[in-house]
């Protein structure tokens, strides 16, 4: 599988969380029930983590699942925040995620593996936006198109609430 997608994906990712970091005045605070910078990318790792998780079950010939609900977790965000060290030390995290996920992704997964159905469950603000199993090969293709930039996005638009 050609993850060059996914790369560019967690490197424009990363670039705008520079950008919200490196910015001479720090955004506001976002308003109830959205997040700020720290917890868009405490996400983003927990929904790497979880992808990672899937590659590696699937690699080593077990069953696995994909299932985000802990990733918008509030509690488990901010903990992740805390466990990592902050914005800078996510950024990392992330980078590092990415590579190895890319590596998976990419040259360690056969066809038959990226095409095993993973019974599937994303939600996104309380919606159900999949409940079915859906190819490894599409849940990668998801972080890479629409996931990692729409988080690329709202980070960016924390600049925009000055």
């Avoid at 490197?11 to 109830?32: F, G, K, M, S």
């Amino acid at each position: 599988m050609d993850t060059t997608s996914l790369r560019d994906a967690y490197r424009t990712l990363l670039d705008a969380a520079t950008t919200v970091a490196d910015a001479a005045d720090p955004p506001p605070i976002p308003p109830a029930g959205e997040w700020n910078a720290a917890q868009i990318l405490a996400h983003v790792s927990l929904v790497t983590a979880t992808t990672i998780a899937a590659a590696a079950r699937i690699a080593s010939g077990a069953n696995t699942t994909y299932d985000n609900r802990i990733a918008l977790d509030i509690w488990t965000i901010d903990r992740v925040i805390a466990l990592a060290g902050g914005e800078a030390r996510l950024r990392e995290r992330i980078r590092t995620q990415g590579e190895a996920l890319c590596g998976l992704g990419g040259p360690v997964l056969s066809d038959a593996e990226l095409d095993t159905p993973v019974p599937t469950l994303l939600l996104s603000n309380g919606a159900v936006l999949v409940d079915q199993p859906l190819p490894l090969r599409d849940i990668l293709a998801g972080l890479a198109k629409v996931e990692l930039p729409g988080h690329a996005t709202q980070l960016l638009a924390l600049l925009g609430r000055r």
